[in-house]
Nanobody
């Protein structure tokens, strides 16, 4: 099993930045891809970004350029640096990992609110 702990959310003004972190524990050797989803109020969950063990990143087209996903394999942690935040980025952001056995594990989520 893999356990994930998301952190780093909060209230930020439009144009501001935040960095989310997600620390994995447990069967971390089995993790392939680490990434993020978000769910805004009243909307479906949306894929944000992911990164492979080798460092290949993928982003949702609408977010590319503002968000940067990185990974520290030694710390079993994935980071999501978010810049130029807009009110439309308000959501619960949740870390997700995919293991070698194609099992998906989820963090508890962290709230990001962009408001003046």
């Amino acid at each position: 099993q893999v356990q994930l702990v998301d952190s780093g959310g909060g209230l930020v003004q439009p144009g501001g930045s935040l960095r989310l972190s997600c620390a994995a524990s447990g069967s971390v050797f089995s993790i392939n891809t680490m990434g993020w989803y978000r769910q805004a109020p009243g909307k479906q969950r949306e894929w944000v970004a992911d990164i492979t063990r080798g460092g290949i990143t993928n982003y949702a087209t609408s977010l590319k350029g503002r968000f940067n996903n990185s990974r520290d394999n030694a710390k079993n942690t994935v980071y999501l640096q978010k810049n130029s935040l807009q009110p439309g980025d308000t959501a619960v952001y949740c870390c997700s990992v995919l293991t070698q056995l194609d099992h998906t594990h989820w963090g508890q989520g962290t709230q990001v609110t962009v408001s003046s």
